[in-house]
């Protein structure tokens, strides 16, 4: 596996979730009018087929990201964590806000990665499985404890069962 670091300074998130997804293997368009089910139901398949992870970020906020191959520093601390599959098809994968899958979901000419370069949300990878584990840092309830990411995404090389759900959120 290849070294990285890539930071994303500020990730706009009007809605509570974010996420990771394979922007050339997930299929996005779901309907002009599509209800929360079958938005949610959308979100579900994807996962299933491993080209997207959510997670519910417990708060609307201005989030920085870091995505690494490296493990999280053991001194910052996990208000919480999940651990999910991706593949990567099509060399990249994109940190998204819940805003940019739902206009993805509406309109057929709207791409899941649209915003990457506004936000530098793209991360180039080498295709393959990767095991993704999502941890939150800071707890939007509460005031900050360090100068860190609010979100830690760790990549590694590997296989594990799929999300049956959206992490950290219920319907």
């Given at each position: 596996?290849?070294?990285?670091?890539?930071?994303?300074?500020?990730?706009?998130?009007?809605?509570?979730?974010?996420?990771?997804?394979?922007?050339?293997?997930?299929?996005?368009?779901?309907?002009?009018?599509?209800?929360?089910?079958?938005?949610?139901?959308?979100?579900?398949?994807?996962?299933?087929?491993?080209?997207?992870?959510?997670?519910?970020?417990?708060?609307?906020?201005?989030?920085?990201?870091?995505?690494?191959?490296?493990?999280?520093?053991?001194?910052?601390?996990?208000?919480?964590?999940?651990?999910?599959?991706?593949?990567?098809?099509?060399?990249?994968?994109?940190?998204?806000?819940?805003?940019?899958?739902?206009m993805s979901a509406q309109f057929e000419?709207?791409?899941?990665?649209?915003?990457?370069?506004?936000?530098?949300?793209?991360?180039?990878?080498?295709?393959?499985?990767?095991?993704?584990?999502?941890?939150?840092?800071?707890?939007?309830?509460?005031?900050?404890?360090?100068?860190?990411?609010?979100?830690?995404?760790?990549?590694?090389?590997?296989?594990?069962?799929?999300?049956?759900?959206?992490?950290?959120?219920?319907?």
């Amino acid at each position: 596996m290849i070294q990285f670091l890539h930071r994303i300074e500020e990730m706009a998130d009007d809605s509570g979730f974010l996420g990771l997804v394979d922007p050339h293997a997930y299929r996005s368009f779901v309907d002009e009018d599509w209800t929360l089910e079958t938005l949610f139901g959308r979100f579900r398949s994807e996962m299933q087929r491993k080209t997207l992870l959510l997670w519910g970020t417990g708060g609307e906020d201005e989030w920085r990201i870091d995505v690494s191959a490296t493990a999280l520093d053991p001194a910052l601390p996990v208000v919480r964590q999940a651990v999910g599959p991706i593949t990567v098809t099509g060399g990249e994968l994109v940190v998204v806000n819940y805003e940019t899958v739902t206009m993805s979901a509406q309109f057929e000419d709207c791409a899941v990665d649209a915003d990457k370069d506004m936000y530098r949300s793209g991360i180039e990878l080498p295709n393959g499985d990767y095991v993704c584990t999502v941890s939150q840092l800071t707890d939007p309830t509460v005031d900050r404890v360090h100068d860190g990411p609010d979100f830690h995404l760790h990549l590694a090389a590997g296989r594990v069962p799929h999300w049956v759900d959206v992490a950290w959120f219920e319907l």
